[in-house]
């Protein structure tokens, strides 16, 4: 069977390990005996992730739908919807995937988003929580107890997997510290102007222009323009 890994520290309740999460995982079965059977979705990537969760939920007396490709997903979301939990891959949306996360959130209302960490940065991690996502999947998770993440999720609770998060940009870093002038010429990088063409359009030297590009990026601690750019547009900022 797949593993996510060890399930120590698994899960944000306090401390608690492998013995508070058997408890759970108990009080979760006796749950769903009582409610009748719930229904997930599981979007992922790959089929053979989609199977082994899909036989794990069975176990606990859960329905399952499944969907390999966003337009899948999106085809099953919607207005009447009888989904109570969605599990995600979000490499499903191979592009602007923080923003189209976002509409999902809104497009299931107080349908709760479960989401895979894979390989998602402690930063973005900490931006899809702020946007309603109810849960983080770590790698290091076992398979066992992802029911027991749905018990929680479904009391309401926001499950972050142990996980270490940074947070989202304050008031005194980041790109809330960026200047009128930073921004002016982050935004015209995004669109994909040069710097002379920056330069030109700010009446100011090329020079300026690298200068404010080094200052953006230490701020939003990008490694380059064009992570900068990427970076803005997860923000929402572009």
Known sequence: MMNFGSMAAAAGVGHAAGACFDQVAGMAQDAQRQRGETMVLIAHREQMVIDALSAELALQAMEVRTATSASELLSQVG????LDTVILDSR????SGLDQIRKLVVRLGKTPLILFAGTLE?????????AGVRGIIPETLPLKAIPSVLYLVGLGQVFTGGLSLEPAF???????????EEYGVLRRAAVGD???EIAAQFDVTEVRVKMLMRAICRKISARNRAHACIIAREQGLL
């Open 79 to 82: 207005r009447g919807s009888d």
């Open 92 to 95: 499903l949306f191979a592009t």
């Open 122 to 130: 402690p930063r973005i991690i900490a931006l899809l929580l702020k």
């Open 170 to 180: 304050d008031d005194h870093s980041g790109a809330n510290a960026l200047t009128e």
């Open 194 to 196: 040069t710097n002379k």
